[in-house]
C-alpha cells in the first residue's frame, strides 16, 4: 500500500496563493459584517434587559442568525486550518504568516458578530429558552447555549463581550503567536550543525545518554536566548486572564480553575478530587523512573533521561510504512473499522510526516471541517517513540473521524476528552504489541512506554498544573522575571517529583509551549485526566471488547454534547467527582508499574 509523507490539503486550496483563499476572505468579510448587523437586534434587547416572549418573528430572526453561524464557522475554520498548516511547514513563509493572520481576525470577528445571540440566550427565562430549545436550527448548540446560561452571571454586557474579543486577537493571541514564531525559527549549533528545535526534541528520546544530554542543553541554550521576551509572553497572557476574570467577578467570585475546569467540561470537584488522588499516588510515577533508572544503568534519572529509549532494545528505525501497519494491526485488533482508518489517514495525504529545515517542532492534530478531515504534523525520525506519538495523534484523528456527520456545533469537544481518545489509541497499540510479545524484551520494551507515562502524567504535568497555579497567584503581587518564573519551576517540580531525579528543569516554563497557548489555560490536567480515564477504558475494551467497540464510538460522538460527568456516567456508571473512581484508575497504573518492576535487568 503506498502512503504519502506529506500533507495533501488541495481538496481545500491549491496553495497558499490561491485565488480561492482571497474569494473566501471576501465572502467572510461580507457575511459576517450582515450577520453582525442582524445581531445587534439580540444586542438591544439585552442592553434594555428587557425581554420578549417568544413569537414567531424572533424566531425566525434567531434561525437566520444561527444558520448564518452554522454556515461560516467551516468557511472560516477550514483558511484557519490551512494557514496555520502552511506556517507550520514553512516557518520562514511570510506568505503563509500574513494569512494566518487573517483568518485569525476573521474567526476573531465571526465569534464578536455571534456574541449578542449567545449573551441573549444565556439571559432569556427558562420558558423562552425551552422553545428555543426546541427549534431544530439550534439543536446542534444545545449543550453550548446550555453551559452559556450556567455562566451568565459571569458574563459582561455584551458591548464588553465583542470589545474582549476584538482586542485578544492583537493582544492575548499576538502574545501566543510571538511565542510560535520562536518555535518555528529557533535554531541552534550542536557539534558544528545548525539544528531546528524540531530535530533537537527528537534527539532528547536517543538511547544514547551523551546524545540526549547534548540535545537538551541545546534546547536549554536555544530558550534561553529568549527567556526574557517568553518572560513577557507568560506574564502578559496570565495578567490578561487575571483581569477578565477579576471583571467576571462582580456578581460572583470567578476562580482560574472554574475557567479552566468550565473549559473542559468538568467540574472543579471532579479537578480537585483527580488532583489529589494523582498527589498522593505520585509515587507510582517515582517507582516508573526508579525502575528506569536500573535499566538504564545510571546513578540518578535527569531531566534528559525521561524519555529515553533503551539502547540494546531500541535501536531500530522504522520507516513510516512500518510504523503505519504496526498501528493499524493494533488497531484492527480492537476495531478493524479503526485500523483501516489509520492505513487511509497515510494513503490520502492527512499526515505531514517529513520534516524540513523551517518545520515547527512538536506534533499535533488538526481538522478541516467541510468536508471533515482530519489532519496530523509530526516530525517522524523512526523512532519507536515516533511510533507512539503518531499512534496517540491517530487517536485524536479517529475521534475527529467518527464524529464527521455531526454538526460542527456539536463535535466541539473539550481537550480533557480529546486527550482521552488519543492516550485510548497508545493503549490499543501496547496492549496488542504486548499480547505478542515473543520474549522478555519485547515486554521490557512496550513496559517501558507504561512508565514514561506514568512519569510523564503523574509527575511532569502534574508539576505543570502545579506551575500554572503559582503563576496565577503570584503575578497578582508583580511581574515575574526569568529567573523568578525558574524559581517557581524548580519549586513546582520538587512537590512532584520529589528525589526521583538528580536534577530538575528549571526552564520548563519556555522549553514547553503549552503554557503560551491563549486559546485556554492550563493545557497540562487534561492529559492527566485523558490518560487515568483511557486506562479505565482500555480495561473495558478488554473485559468486554465486541460490546465496547460500538459503545467507544458512542462514547466519542457524545463528547461534545455533554460534561465529562454524565459521559463518564453515561458509559462507565462511574462518579468522577469521587476520588474513589481515580483511585482506580491509579490501581491500573500501578499495576503496569509493579510489572515493569519486577522485569530482570540486563
Known amino acids: 500500500m503506498a502512503y504519502q509523507q506529506n500533507w495533501d490539503n488541495r481538496d481545500f486550496y491549491l496553495g497558499i496563493t490561491d485565488p480561492k483563499v482571497e474569494l ?38 434567531l434561525g437566520r442568525v444561527f444558520n448564518a453561524h452554522k454556515m461560516l464557522s467551516p468557511i472560516a475554520g477550514n483558511l484557519r486550518t490551512y494557514a496555520e498548516s502552511a506556517a507550520d511547514l514553512d516557518g520562514s513563509s511570510a506568505e503563509a504568516q500574513k494569512y494566518l493572520d487573517i483568518a485569525q481576525q476573521l474567526e476573531s470577528n465571526l465569534e464578536q458578530a455571534f456574541a449578542p445571540i449567545m449573551g441573549f440566550v444565556a439571559r432569556v427565562d427558562d420558558k423562552f429558552a425551552a422553545q428555543l430549545f426546541g427549534q431544530d436550527y439550534c439543536h446542534a448548540y444545545l449543550f453550548k447555549m446550555k453551559q452559556k446560561r450556567a455562566f451568565a452571571q459571569h458574563l459582561l454586557p455584551i458591548a464588553e463581550e465583542k470589545l474582549l474579543q476584538a482586542l485578544s486577537q492583537n493582544g492575548l493571541h499576538a502574545w501566543y503567536n510571538m511565542n510560535q514564531g520562536f518555535w518555528r525559527s529557533l535554531k541552534v549549533n550542536v557539534n558544528g550543525k545548525t539544528q531546528n528545535l524540531a530535530a533537537l526534541y527528537n534527539m532528547v528520546s536517543e538511547p544514547n545518554r551523551p546524545t540526549r544530554q547534548k540535545a537538551y542543553e541545546a534546547i536549554q541554550t536555544a530558550w534561553q536566548s529568549v527567556k526574557e521576551p517568553q518572560a513577557a509572553v507568560l506574564n502578559a497572557i496570565t495578567s490578561w486572564r487575571i ?18 475546569a468550565r473549559n473542559n467540561s468538568i467540574s472543579r470537584l471532579t479537578l480537585e ?3 489529589s488522588a494523582v498527589y498522593q499516588r505520585r509515587d507510582i510515577g517515582h517507582r516508573a523512573i526508579g525502575a528506569m533508572q536500573k535499566h538504564l544503568a545510571i546513578t540518578k534519572m535527569m531531566p534528559w533521561d525521561l524519555q529515553a529509549r533503551l539502547l540494546d532494545v531500541d535501536a531500530k528505525r522504522y520507516e513510516f510504512a512500518e510504523a503505519i501497519d504496526i498501528i493499524a494491526a493494533c488497531f484492527a485488533e480492537f476495531d478493524p473499522e479503526m485500523g483501516a482508518f489509520a492505513q487511509m489517514m497515510a494513503t490520502r495525504g492527512w499526515i505531514q510526516a517529513e520534516m524540513n529545515e523551517n518545520s515547527a517542532a512538536g506534533g499535533y492534530c488538526d481538522q478541516f471541517i467541510a468536508p471533515r478531515q482530519p489532519r496530523i504534523f509530526m516530525n517522524y525520525d523512526g523512532s519507536p517513540s515516533n511510533i507512539m506519538i503518531l499512534a496517540h495523534e491517530l487517536g485524536h484523528a479517529w475521534h475527529y473521524w467518527v464524529m464527521r456527520d455531526i454538526d460542527p456545533a456539536e463535535a466541539d469537544y473539550p481537550h480533557s476528552l480529546a486527550e482521552t481518545a488519543s492516550l485510548f489509541a497508545e493503549n490499543l497499540v501496547k496492549q496488542h504489541l504486548l499480547k505478542t510479545a515473543n520474549d522478555e524484551q519485547q515486554v521490557l520494551r512496550i513496559l517501558w512506554e507504561d512508565a514514561l507515562n506514568a512519569a510523564g502524567y503523574l509527575n511532569e504535568m502534574a508539576s505543570r498544573y502545579e506551575f500554572e497555579k503559582q503563576l496565577n497567584e503570584q503575578r497578582i503581587d508583580g511581574y515575574m522575571a526569568a529567573d523568578k518564573l525558574c524559581d517557581i519551576m524548580q519549586n513546582c517540580a520538587v512537590k512532584w517529583f520529589g528525589d526521583s531525579l538528580g536534577g530538575y528543569d528549571e526552564y520548563k516554563w519556555t522549553t514547553v509551549g503549552h503554557f503560551s497557548i491563549a486559546d485556554t489555560s492550563f493545557y497540562n490536567f487534561p492529559y492527566i485526566f485523558g490518560y487515568l480515564i483511557s486506562l479505565i477504558l482500555s480495561e473495558q475494551a478488554r473485559q468486554n471488547p465486541t460490546k465496547f467497540v460500538i459503545d467507544y464510538k458512542l462514547l466519542l460522538q457524545d463528547t461534545g454534547r455533554m460534561s465529562a460527568e454524565d459521559l463518564v456516567q453515561k458509559y462507565l456508571h462511574e462518579n468522577i467527582e469521587d476520588q474513589s473512581f481515580w483511585h482506580k484508575a491509579l490501581d491500573l497504573a500501578e499495576t503496569s508499574i509493579a510489572h515493569f518492576e519486577n522485569l530482570a535487568v540486563k
Open 24 to 61: 473566501d476572505i471576501a465572502q467572510l468579510k461580507q457575511k459576517i459584517t450582515t450577520l453582525s448587523d442582524e445581531a445587534k437586534y439580540f444586542e438591544n434587547i439585552v442592553k434594555a434587559a428587557v425581554y420578549p416572549d417568544w413569537n414567531e418573528n424572533i424566531g425566525a430572526i
Open 243 to 260: 483581569e477578565e476574570n477579576n471583571r467576571r467577578s462582580t456578581v460572583q467570585n470567578l476562580h482560574y480553575l472554574d475557567v479552566a
Open 273 to 275: 478530587a483527580m488532583m
